[in-house]
């Protein structure tokens, strides 16, 4: 095999390690991008992923031994600044942009950085990031401030930002992480057109369909080592987590019927203007009902009407039995119902605060005594129940939880609702930022709960997710629901034709 | 048009606010919307205006400074005393003394900030203690009146006397106050430094992995905010004609209160200098028209105090009342 001439490579990664304090992130790893390329970068969380690349845009400094090649030049202690000026550019999950400032200053920022004085020619600014846009085939306005923008606006801008930068190497930090599904072609859309122009993208995602669907070729790295590299032609989703993980994900149906099993919950009629109509269904003990349908259909509103979170127009809910209308969302958690909310990051978790007490915090009242404060050996006794219970990694449970990866901090969220005894768990996009294995454990912790007869509302806009973890599955569109299946009956490509025709 | 006005929405709400209270107060006070008590206003919040800019610019940088009106005292009594050991120098000289003694004290709090990682209002309220601790400690409290000529000197860019002989004029401190303000609008808004200020303060992380270095920007902002509190220092001087060492104690807050009514966010990355100048006019405006019409001045605290309350918490429904989370959503 010839080696390819150096130039055809945006980067090139030759034995790179990094090591923080005792823990090898990555070693020895090879990695290649070829220009105009749409590369994958896959692997579970803390497998050396975002070490890749910090250690390629200067934020880390590799180790001796390495080579890092940058459009054929090898470079050698490498600055931020230094990275940007070669063209490359990082597209941070978290977007690294400025809030309060317009789109077109945000855009031309990078411009600005630098200690020595120069004034700032807004229109000039003004016009060169219409240009960039226009490039992208995007119209927005460019003296709105960032802040007013939705989260699929925000990546454009990002994305403009690096292209501003001539940027011919762009790495792509779970991007799609909170687009909807139609945010998400879009965005894909740009990226192949990027590609097209001569751009290489390295594209990290969770979600594997996509990256099949976008990349080229995929890069799997395993605990800091490189796994292998593979064309997407041919692979499949199955081998793709498999070879992140180093362990068969099953995918199999598990649906069973539950004939027997009291119902837990019931909704009829329920409706809610603007948000859903006429919603009817039933939970029975131990099942795991699907919820899907594209984002905005109305599953979150729905979700929140149950949590008493705001009050349904008309139709009854009934909880076993009884008739239930909660005013509150602490009525809907007293009479027995948990929620893990889709934004785990903002509205589950209270980031700063210790593992023990973020597990603790809806059940406080149980753990006080006689004296009105909380009891210490009570508090440790159920904290440590449900770390060993869900096999949550963790340091300390006085670490914050910050510290934890996605999966981690989803099953804190867990452990959370469940120390409320609930009888009903509606569990709203459950696996957003959380990788393959993680996943694979959650679901496992969900499916144990179902045996045990807790009833489960799985809301999810991954098909393969309702079809693969719950006994039934909704489908719910434009706020009504369409259609009950029953996994067993149906593909998942038949599942995803009806879902987003 | 209203694109053009967009980014200045609590600055136009407080200018018509204003200008209600100025129709108001020419109604109701007869002296009011006259020539020499406006010069006088003007006058009277020179020194304001000047801490004021070199405040917003810290407040951009999500920053806070509570030390800067004790610095200005520190500043006058050490410029004193090196002026008269001098021989007296002159107005260059005290510019000079002031501007390098208010950097000097402002780089500190900008290095225990940044070199200690402590929070910029544990910082400065620790410094505001030590600089007045240390005044009072070495002036022992006594006033200094034998001061150089030049700097007691009544200096007017504006005079004019009515019919009635009374007198309007404008104070060398309002000429060196519409400079500071050209010179922080020139930083903030036209130069690549301030705007690299706006972005630290507005997403610091985000503002440092884009190259900003933050040392340096924790350093010009704390340094400006000194510079202007040595020259604050410095009109104060010429105003009085003494310097006082407790006289400027507790002066802080309400120039903060002026800052914050005019827009500029607590959280850093956001605030205007028109909004500052607004800030400050209403601060000064109500105090005077309330004195015009014999007020008690303790309501003029209870007034300030509500206005903050008020421009603050409308501000926020303004924001969660936009359709925000519809639109992501569609």
């Known amino acids: ?501 | 048009m209203r694109d053009l006005l967009r980014p200045y929405k609590i600055e136009l709400r407080l200018a018509v606010v204003l200008a209600l209270i100025c129709i108001a107060l020419a109604v109701a006070a007869p002296q009011f919307a006259t020539l020499p008590n406006l010069t006088s206003l003007l006058n009277n919040s020179a020194v304001n205006l000047i801490w004021a800019v070199g405040l917003l610019v810290v407040l951009i940088a999500g920053g806070i400074d509570i030390s800067f009106a004790v610095a200005s005292s520190v500043v006058q009594y050490i410029a004193a005393k090196l002026l008269i050991s001098v021989g007296g120098g002159n107005w260059l000289l005290g510019f000079l003394f002031c501007g390098s003694l208010g950097i000097l004290l402002g780089l500190l709090n900008a290095w225990l900030i940044h070199g200690f990682r402590i929070i910029s209002i544990v910082v400065t309220i620790a410094t505001f203690n030590a600089f007045f601790g240390l005044l009072m400690f070495f002036s022992g409290g006594r006033n200094i009146y034998d001061l150089p000529d030049w700097w007691t000197a009544r200096i007017f860019i504006f005079e004019y006397e009515n019919a009635q002989g009374i007198w309007s004029e404008l104070t060398l401190s309002v000429a060196v106050m519409i400079g500071c303000v050209i010179a922080t609008w020139a930083l903030i808004q036209r130069s690549n430094i301030g705007r690299q200020l706006y972005a630290f303060g507005d997403n610091p992380e985000g503002a440092r992995r884009a190259g900003v270095n933050i040392a340096v920007m924790q350093g010009v902002a704390f340094g400006w905010m000194g510079l202007m509190a040595g020259i604050a220092g410095l009109c104060q001087v010429n105003i009085v004609k003494e310097v006082v060492p407790n006289a400027l104690y507790g002066r802080e807050l309400e120039v903060l209160a002026a800052v914050v009514l005019g827009g500029a966010r607590l959280g850093g990355g956001k605030g205007t200098i028109l909004g500052c100048i607004l800030g400050v006019m209403f601060v000064a405006i109500t105090q005077n028209g309330l004195n015009l019409l014999g007020v008690s001045p303790f309501a003029f605290q209870m007034i300030i105090g509500a206005a903050i309350l008020i421009a603050i918490s409308t501000s926020n429904i303004d924001l969660s009342l936009r359709p925000r989370r519809k639109e992501a959503r569609s």
């Open chain 1, 1 to 501: 095999m010839t080696p390819a001439p150096a130039e055809q490579f945006a980067l090139r990664l030759h034995k790179v390690s990094k090591a923080f304090g005792g823990v090898q992130a990555l070693n020895q790893v090879d990695f290649e991008v070829r220009a105009g390329e749409v590369h994958c970068l896959a692997g579970e969380n803390g497998c050396g992923k975002s070490t890749l690349i910090k250690v390629v845009t200067g934020v880390h400094q590799p180790e001796q031994a390495g080579l890092i090649e940058l459009f054929g030049e090898a470079v050698d202690r490498i600055t931020p600044v230094q990275a940007r000026q070669r063209g490359v550019s990082v597209i941070w999950q978290d977007l690294a942009l400025f809030p309060h400032m317009s789109v077109a200053e945000n855009i031309a920022f990078d411009d600005l950085v630098g200690l020595r004085p120069q004034s700032v020619r807004y229109r000039e600014m003004v016009e060169r990031s219409g240009e960039v846009l226009s490039r992208l085939g995007v119209t927005m306005d460019l003296a709105a401030p960032l802040n007013d923008l939705p989260i699929a606006q925000r990546q454009v801008v990002a994305i403009a930002r690096a292209l501003m930068n001539d940027a011919r190497l762009i790495f792509m930090d779970e991007p799609t992480a909170s687009l909807t599904q139609s945010e998400t072609d879009r965005l894909l859309d740009i990226v192949r057109k990027l590609s097209a122009a001569g751009v290489a993208i390295v594209f990290v995602s969770h979600r594997l369909a996509e990256v099949l669907d976008i990349a080229e070729r995929v890069t799997v790295v395993r605990d800091g080592n490189l796994v292998g590299v593979y064309p997407t032609e041919g692979m499949t989703q199955a081998r793709l987590g498999e070879l992140m993980t180093g362990h068969l994900i099953e995918h199999e149906v598990v649906a069973r019927d539950l004939p027997d099993a009291d119902v837990v919950f019931e909704a009829k009629g329920l409706s809610r203007q603007g948000e859903f109509a006429d919603v009817s269904f039933d939970i029975r003990a131990g099942e795991v009902l699907g919820l899907t349908g594209l984002i905005g259909a109305g599953r979150t509103e729905l979700a929140h009407v149950m949590m008493g979170l705001r009050p349904a127009d008309t139709g009854e809910m009934r909880l076993e039995g009884a008739s239930y209308r909660p005013g509150s969302i602490r009525d809907a958690i007293k009479r027995g119902l948990a929620y893990v909310s889709e934004d785990r990051l903002s509205l589950g978790l209270l980031q700063k605060q210790s593992i023990a007490d973020n597990t603790v915090i809806s059940i406080l009242q149980k753990l006080t005594t006689a004296t009105g404060l909380i009891s210490d050996r009570d508090k440790a006794a159920t904290v440590n129940h449900w770390i060993r219970e869900l096999g949550v990694k963790i340091g300390s449970p006085e670490d914050a939880i910050s510290t934890l990866s996605g999966g981690n901090q989803q099953k804190v969220v867990l452990a959370k609702w469940l120390a409320t005894e609930p009888r009903l768990l509606i569990l709203d996009s459950p696996t957003v930022g959380v990788d393959v294995g993680a996943r694979a454990g959650i679901f496992r912790i969900v499916r144990t709960l179902a045996e045990e007869g807790l009833a489960i509302l799985l809301i999810s806009d991954e098909v393969t997710e309702v079809m693969y973890h719950s006994d039934r599955i909704l489908h719910m569109a434009d706020g009504r629901i369409r259609q009950t299946y029953d996994p067993r009956d149906i593909t998942v490509p038949q599942l995803e034709e009806r879902i987003y025709a």
